[in-house]
């Protein structure tokens, strides 16, 4: 699977699991890098780190360290998670 | 009956100030929180209902916490270190609105009375994007107000909104509650008994606050070692059962949120401002050129452009004291006022052009939106050190004066990274150190030597001084990140906001607070710290003196009265308790190359750097001041020499002096303020200690090895 530190840059994005340190994860989650929320990669520091990214209409940047630690999917993968949980939920 | 209290809480970069600013107008003012360095401040407004006393609470994403600052604001909601709060206001920024409603959603479920108030209305209909405020009050089920601090929009409606909801609290409250999964609540049962609380609604939400902010390496104070071990053993067991306990609790919340479906997108997104200015502001070339043209503009500002108003402090001050020496009898208490009070006072009001001059352009740089660019832009730079992007600007604003950029740290949000900045920026080569160099150079250095064969031996030995300063004030940061304040490595999570006009106001506000906390607080103690280095370099007053003075200076011409005069405050000098006490150190500093003469100018740099060379002058009775005399004092301490023969002063402790100014906490004034930054005496007393072992080894070093090599 790949990470957002691989993710194309100005393409839509899916988290698909936020991993890493327990504090530092939880305040992502706490933003709202949840599952199947959409990010787009907007660049690099001219140094090589860190990232921006765009997230809920919102601007935050983030170390490729840590970008590692967030896997992403594509859309349709997202799709065939949320037609699978709706059949569960019915 | 007591005074109600309104709170102001919400996110960072929400505009939380200027509402409070709008709400509370001249009425503010700042205070502590107990035991920390963290402002807050307080205002009384009146209401349709009677007084009230308006709060500002830290900005904050989420109660959750895992530091001391953070879990500050959790504490001012809950009321746990005095009074809780009647009601809070919410600042939201309307453009961002899902993003700003998770604490929104914390403060409902714990049973708050809130009232959300969506700044930057005016802001979210020019981009096309504001929310109907209706529909949101619906959604939240609590009074939601629409408001521009800009503009005032909207406050007549948030103040009567208050008064109607303090005389009706249920008005506020929503009694949200979250269907968690039912291992978690199961888990909450077990909390539940460990938890103060007022309200059954609120021990829900502490035991969840625990349960997400306790960890192994959490920074938190007051918490129970009940509730603590509680807390490890139902995370260990939901582990164990493969269960994400945050993810339960968080996931659970922004589900309500999504489903209310408040978010507004613009039918087309368009491309903003904002990311039009960024495509040239974060060019990899272009806005690596804007960032050291608007970091040179900074740092010549605080070098050059403050001048001419510190001159003229130093004038004034110097213009009183000359007036108040001519209509007061000679005497002790006359030079007491003159030298020690006026003195003092000068002293500490010749900071303030710098601070203030620094402190506006930070909170121009930081309203606009530039200075999170920065700490982007350097955070990989700063990172090497183990520092936070935005302690750029303090360590760049250390070449200027340590004083007002241990001040600038306060744009850091962790205490520790503070803390590794204000300790290690001292390092840098300020301004004051300038003269002395200038000075040691021109008298010790020989001026017609050249390295390489072509750069003048005095303009490489000024560069190296500069190379030096920056090579061991980033070293020092590190080492110090690295020891004596280890702590966890907290990621970097930093918001990039949307460029903004500036608000003078606030800016003008925050700059003046500033200076007002460093003329009340640091100030204070270097009045008395200079009044104490005047007592010790003008006492004891003696008779016993060569000659008596007073008579031959009355009866000389002008021009030998002076002479007169300059010759008896070089015998006093002599005679002083601090030349004293620079005899007393002179076997210490010998070994570095420095004798008594020195000893007692860098008694007297204690004051500020630069005063080494007025105090040398007056220890060489040349008086002290002007270009002339500074030539003079050169020349007189090249004429120096040892009983057998070469020069005292030679190359080799020219360098050695100027490594020690380098490298030593010669000024009271950084220590006075480091004090007040960090709350305690005890890092103070650590900067100096570390920063005169540093430069005593350094020059001893330099000293020592260039004697055996020769150069002596």
Known sequence: MENLAQAPHGKPVWIAAVGGDSAYRRRLLELGFLPGVEVIVLGVAPLGDPLQLEIRGCRFSIRKAEAELISITSAAAIERAEVAELKRSA | ?712
């Open chain 2, 1 to 712: 009956m007591t005074t109600p209290i309104v709170a102001l809480a919400g996110n960072p970069n929400t505009g939380k100030t200027s509402v409070f600013n709008r709400l509370t107008g001249s009425s503010a003012r700042v205070v502590n929180y107990p035991g920390v360095t963290v402002e807050r401040e307080v205002g009384r407004i009146r209401l349709a209902s009677g007084e009230v006393e308006v709060i500002d609470i830290p900005g904050a994403y989420s109660l959750t916490a895992r530091s001391h600052e953070e879990q500050l604001a959790m504490r001012a909601v809950f009321g746990l270190d005095g009074e809780r709060p009647n009601v809070i206001v919410i600042v939201v920024d309307a453009t961002q609105l899902v993003r700003n409603l998770y604490i929104v959603a914390q403060l409902l479920e714990a049973g708050h009375c809130v009232v959300v108030g969506l700044n930057l209305m005016d802001a979210a209909r020019a981009a096309g994007r504001a929310p109907d405020v209706a529909r949101v009050q619906k959604a939240l089920g609590v009074p939601v107000v629409a408001l521009s601090a800009r503009t005032g929009e909207g406050f007549d409606s948030l103040r009567a909104t208050l008064a109607k909801v303090l005389a009706e609290p249920e008005l506020g409250q929503n009694r949200l509650r979250f269907d968690y999964p039912a291992a978690l609540e199961a888990d909450l049962e077990e909390l539940l008994p460990l938890v103060d609380a007022a309200s059954p609604s609120e021990a829900r939400a502490l035991s969840l606050w625990s349960l997400l902010s306790l960890t192994e390496e959490d920074e938190l104070t007051g918490i129970s070692q009940a509730l603590r071990t509680e807390v490890r053993a139902l995370r260990k067991s939901a582990a164990a059962a493969g269960r994400d306990l945050d993810s339960e609790i968080i996931a659970t919340r922004w589900r309500w949120l999504d489903g209310l479906r408040l978010a507004v997108q613009p039918a087309v997104r368009v491309v903003s401002m904002t990311e039009r200015i960024d495509r040239f502001v974060l060019h990899p070339w272009l806005g690596t050129l804007l960032f050291v043209l608007v970091m040179s503009a900074l740092f010549q500002a605080l070098f050059s452009w403050s001048e001419p108003a510190i001159r003229a402090t130093e004038h004034v001050f110097e213009w009183l004291g000359d007036a108040v020496r001519a209509y007061s009898p000679a005497g002790v208490l006359t030079d007491l006022i003159v030298d020690g009070v006026i003195g003092g006072v000068g002293s500490v009001l010749v900071f303030l052009p710098q601070i203030l001059l620094l402190f506006f352009l930070l909170g121009f740089l930081e309203d606009c939106g530039y200075m999170s660019r920065v700490a982007f832009l350097v955070d990989r730079g700063m990172r090497a050190i183990g520092l936070h992007g935005r302690a750029f600007v303090p360590m760049l604003s250390g070449f200027a004066c340590a004083v007002p950029a241990i001040m600038a740290t306060r744009t850091l949000e962790r205490r520790r990274d503070r803390l590794v900045t204000m300790l290690s920026l001292p390092l840098m080569s300020c301004s004051a150190r300038l003269p002395v160099y200038t000075l040691v150079i021109a008298a010790m250095l020989p001026r017609d030597r050249h390295v390489l064969g072509f750069i003048p031996i005095q303009v490489a030995a000024m560069l190296f001084m500069y190379v030096f300063s920056t090579v061991t004030a980033l070293s020092a940061a590190a080492i110090i990140g690295r020891t004596v304040l280890k702590g966890p490595r907290i990621p970097l999570l930093l918001e990039v906001p949307p460029y903004r006009l500036p608000r003078l106001p606030v800016v003008g506000r925050q700059m003046w607070l500033r200076a007002k906390s460093f003329l009340t607080e640091a100030g204070r103690v270097i009045l008395l710290c200079t009044i104490v280095l005047w007592a010790l370099l003008y006492f004891p007053r003696g008779p016993e003196l060569s000659k008596v003075y007073s008579a031959r200076i009355d009866a000389a011409p002008p021009e030998r009265a002076a002479a007169l005069q300059s010759e008896l405050a070089t015998e006093r000098l002599r005679a002083s308790y601090g030349a004293r006490l620079g005899k007393g150190i002179e076997p210490v500093i010998a070994p570095l190359g420095f004798d008594w003469k020195i000893g007692v100018g860098l008694i007297g740099a204690f004051a500020a750097r630069e005063v080494f060379i007025s105090t040398l002058g007056v220890v060489y009775g040349i008086g002290q001041g002007d270009d002339a005399n500074g030539r003079l004092l050169r020349d007189k301490i090249r004429a120096e020499r040892r009983p057998d023969g070469p020069h005292r002063y030679s190359p080799l402790v020219g360098i050695s002096l100027m490594i020690f100014f380098a490298l030593s906490a010669q000024c009271m004034s950084t220590l006075a303020v480091l004090r007040r930054e960090s709350g305690t005496l005890r890092w103070p007393l650590f900067l100096f200690t570390y920063m005169t072992a540093l430069a005593w080894l350094a020059s001893f070093t330099v000293y020592q090895v260039g004697t055996a090599l020769g150069f002596g």
